[in-house]
């Protein structure tokens, strides 16, 4: 697997067109959820891919920055549905994790609005529930913090 970080302006079309593309099938279509999925975060953010050999896009997550230098979100963590329990999203989220510490250092806190039936998955990584959950786009979500 290759794992890749750029900035928005970094990104090919083709890069860009996989990223949207994933996006939409699992986040509007697959999950049922009318919203502006591509937004202007986009813009600001790292954009950390995981490829197969054939260059398939398998994982992507955002890693968007907060006024506060210190504190940085993650977000828009998906895996392609054909490439699921196998792993990939525990690589995904090992590497984002990893490129914030490597590329950020000035970073101690990591944020995530995460669904709330992946709370376990989240926790194991070290992230703490710091919300109650509640519903967004019509699925619970609770906020999440980790402190590197």
């Known amino acids: ?3 890749t970080v750029k900035e928005f302006s970094q990104l090919s079309n083709l890069e860009l ?3 949207y593309k994933l996006r ?3 986040f509007v279509v697959e999950q049922l959820c009318a919203y ?4 202007d975060a986009d ?3 790292q954009h950390l891919q995981v490829l197969n050999e ?3 896009l398998v994982s992507y997550l955002r890693i968007i920055p907060e006024t506060d230098k210190t504190i940085v979100h993650i977000g828009r963590v998906v895996v392609d549905p054909r490439f699921r329990k196998h792993g990939y999203g525990r690589q995904l989220i090992v590497s984002g994790l990893q490129t914030i510490q490597r590329d950020m250092p000035q970073v101690t806190t990591v944020k995530i609005q995460a669904q ?3 709370q376990t998955f989240y926790q194991s ?3 703490k529930p710091v919300s109650e959950v509640y519903l967004d786009t019509g699925i619970p979500h609770l906020d999440m913090v980790l402190d590197l």
Do not use: N
């Open 43 to 45: 813009l600001i953010a």
């Open 1 to 3: 697997m290759e794992v």
């Open 17 to 19: 067109f996989q990223i």
């Open 125 to 127: 990584f070290g992230f």
């Open 36 to 39: 502006q999925e591509v937004d």
């Open 116 to 118: 709330a039936y992946l």
């Open 24 to 26: 939409t099938q699992v």
């Open 54 to 56: 054939d260059q398939q």
